[in-house]
Nanobody, 114 residues
Framework: QVQLRESGGGLVQAGDSLRLSCTAS????????MGWYRRLPGRQRDMVAT???????DYDESVKGRFTISRDTVKNSWYLQMDRLKPEDTGVYYC????????WGQGTQVTVSS
């Protein structure tokens, strides 16, 4: 059974950095697509950053240049380095993976105070 476990959220001030981590268990082959998504207040869950199996990545325009997605394929883990955080980045962040079907982590709260 595939499970995703996230860590790293918290309360920070504008301009600070946070690093989110996601570790997948139950994985026996390459993950097709891994990523980070967020639900901002009053919004649906939207893509923040994704990384394909070949290592290519995509970012939402609002985070380009500030957030970086990376992975450790040996550990079946991926990360979201978030720099220069803004209050509008406040929300619940989820890791997700496409591995035959879509799997989601439980979500972690990120709060950025002004």
């Amino acid at each position: 059974q595939v499970q995703l476990r996230e860590s790293g959220g918290g309360l920070v001030q504008a301009g600070d950095s946070l690093r989110l981590s996601c570790t997948a268990s139950g994985i026996t082959s390459r993950i097709d697509l891994m990523g980070w998504y967020r639900r901002l207040p009053g919004r649906q869950r939207d893509m923040v950053a994704t990384m394909r199996g070949d290592g290519g990545s995509d970012y939402d325009e609002s985070v380009k240049g500030r957030f970086t997605i990376s992975r450790d394929t040996v550990k079946n883990s991926w990360y979201l380095q978030m720099d220069r955080l803004k209050p509008e980045d406040t929300g619940v962040y989820y890791c997700g993976a496409l591995y035959g079907e879509v799997y989601w982590g439980q979500g972690t709260q990120v709060t950025v105070s002004s």
